[in-house]
């Protein structure tokens, strides 16, 4: 491997990853994840984030960096915008063979470089502001942009190449497809990085939207050429499409989001099914995009997407031992942790004898903001004017989705 010039003096030295694992333990990646790692060298070097020993990265990283004929000990600043794993794995290898490296991240940084990695000596603390002169021009001055993912978080950003690095901020699941860079991403690559960027902001940062949208607007001061975060492509061409996809995103949680409907539907034996049919007669008969997806065959993970971004959630499953039948519980506690509210929310679902989904259900929908249609349930197998009414009431939620705006603008690159 080699290292890719970003700027003069300004490389990316990271791995793509392809592994059967999960994300944090949870997620999957079929199409891998990018840890991005950057070096910049003035009369003294600067790694900014590392990589997880996971899938060869580790070893692809030290590559890259022979590549720019550096060593380990010419490494003289660590810089870890942010600690989870994920970029601080490679740490207890630093330790050993670049020993004279000083670690740099923020006050609460400092103590999880404690508590993962025993770590508490050579390690500058740095606050909003705070610049580190690496010479030859090359200067980092410090931003603390807190929950973004974790508290700890900063962004660093360099002042003679205008790069600014993000940590998982602006950040996307899915390996590089030939290039690192925004303006070499041809057309036909552009969905796959949709499709991944909004997937990793729906699992890993929806939650943190608010801080988000704060650590944008601390990041405005400056005059930024290339953003270049932790996982996914470097912005080079146009770093406005990625914060305008993060605005976008991080509003979802406020705005209802695109006129689009998502679908979470399970059934054990097909009773559910049979209604979820009228439903989706009803919105096509209104013609507004629906999303499908069936638990627990599907994984949640790409559920969460479509759920997060469509102003439409409906919820269909049967009732289980006097619940909610089990995997769409767990997909339910996804949406509250992930904190996917103001919807136009339905649901539906069969019952044998007293139910208790629907139960669940409305105690599960506690504090989301949804605004909620009247449920739809029914005795086994439903009858015909129940599914008349199903159908009835899809068209009704369909149509007040098609008249929310799309909110998809200003993201060509
Ligand atoms: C394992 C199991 C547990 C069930 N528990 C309940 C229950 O506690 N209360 C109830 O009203 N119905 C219960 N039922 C009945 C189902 O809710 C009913 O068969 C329903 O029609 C299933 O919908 P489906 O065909 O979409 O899977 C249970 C069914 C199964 C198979
Ligand atoms: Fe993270
Ligand atoms: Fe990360």
Known sequence: MKAITIAKDVYWVGANVHTEDLFEGIWPIPHGVALNSYVVKGRENAIVELVREWGGASHVLIENLNSL?????????????????????????????????????????????????GITENVIEVKTGDEIN????????????????????MATYEIDSKVLFTGDAFGAFGVHQGSIFDDETPEIHKQYWEEETLRYYSNIISMFSSS????????????????????????????????????RYSNYNRDLGEPEICIAWGSMYGNTEVMLNAILKGIASVGVPVHVHRVPNEDPS????DAYKSAGLIIGCPTYEYSMFPPMKYFMELLKKKSIKYKKVLYFGSYGWSGGAQKDFEKLSEN???????????????????????????IKL???????PSKIKNEEY
């Not at 490679?90 to 006050?107: D, M, R, W």
């Open 398 to 404: 369909a149509d007040e989705v098609k008249k929310i």
């Open 302 to 305: 790409f559920i969460l997407s």
């Open 134 to 153: 690496l010479g030859n021009g090359k200067k980092f001055i410090f931003t603390e942009i807190p929950n973004v993912h974790w508290p700890e978080t």
């Open 69 to 117: 004929k550096i060593s380990p000990e010419d490494i003289n600043y660590v810089i870890l915008n942010h600690l989870e794993p994920d970029h601080t794995g490679l740490i207890y290898l630093s330790k050993s063979i670049a020993p004279q490296a000083k670690f740099v991240t923020t006050e609460k940084g400092a103590r999880l470089l404690e508590g993962f990695y």
């Open 368 to 394: 989301m903001n949804w605004d909620i249609s009247e449920s739809i349930t029914f005795k086994g197998h439903p009858t015909p004017e129940e599914c008349e009414k199903g159908e009835t009431v899809a």
């Open 212 to 247: 988000v949208l704060k650590g944008i607007d601390e990041l405005k001061r400056f005059d930024t050429r290339v953003i270049a975060p932790s996982h996914g492509l470097v912005w080079r061409g146009n770093p406005q499409a990625i914060i305008n996809k993060y605005v």
